[in-house]
């Protein structure tokens, strides 16, 4: 099994909601991530959590807050969230979470923000 | 700071052409470099993987080869088919950094 889930495949929110973004994988990988993407543009990394230890993107806002309940599942918790913030989100996983590793993409979630 | 540019940035070709994708980078101090495929609105799926003391990788019909002194890499698609049609994204990560650096992409169409 090479797959990684993501869930929902679609969201749309408002400014005020929180919601909350899945990520699964059981190939036994110990590092994930979380990917934003706008359109024609490449993927910015957000997130990275390796061995249950989150390495933070600097330029991230904290209105985007990850949770990694266990080495399989990822979380992206939304709150109070921009327009500007609508983009596709997506997540990854790695073997060990070294320069080495290939990254396992999911399908990824396009979210929306009115 | 790293800069990976890919180009061309658009690509139309007619079915059965063997092509060539290209990818560059300023700072050859990398750790590997990884080629992507992308349909519109999906995730990210790997190509292939080329360490920095490797020359090329081969998978299929795809061939990637890596001159690190001239920051420089390639996407070697054989006989391509109308299925090929994707935006294919170069990314290449530095020593002891897990943050990718990606290029911007090259989409290409492949026609009957």
């Known amino acids: 099994d090479t797959e990684v889930t993501q869930t929902p495949k679609h969201l749309v929110m408002g400014m005020t909601n929180k919601k909350s973004l899945k990520c699964e994988q059981h190939?036994?990988?110990?590092?994930m991530y979380w990917y934003k993407q706008k359109a024609k543009k490449p993927p910015e990394l957000m997130f990275v959590?390796?061995?249950?230890?989150?390495?933070i993107n600097e330029s991230v806002p904290s209105r985007f807050s990850p949770e990694c309940p266990n080495s399989s599942l990822l979380n992206l918790h939304l709150h109070a969230l921009q327009p500007e913030d609508s983009a596709l989100y997506l997540c990854a996983s790695s073997q060990r979470g070294i320069s080495t590793d290939t990254q396992y993409f999911g399908p990824g979630t396009r979210l929306t923000v009115l | 700071k790293q800069e990976v540019t890919q180009i061309p940035a658009a690509l139309s070709v007619p079915e059965g052409e063997n092509l060539v994708l290209n990818c560059s980078f300023t700072d050859s101090a990398i750790y590997n470099l990884q080629w992507f495929r992308q349909d519109p609105g999906k995730g990210l799926t790997s190509l292939l993987l080329i360490q920095s003391s490797q020359r090329e990788q081969t998978s299929g019909r795809l061939n990637a080869s890596l001159d690190k002194s001239s920051g420089r890499s390639t996407l070697y698609i054989a006989a391509s088919q109308p299925g090929d049609s994707a935006t294919y994204l170069c990314a290449v990560k530095e020593g002891g950094s897990y943050i990718p650096t990606f290029g911007r992409g090259t989409s290409l169409i492949v026609h009957p």
């Open positions: 190939m036994g990988h110990r590092a």
């Open positions: 959590y390796s061995y249950e230890k989150l390495s």
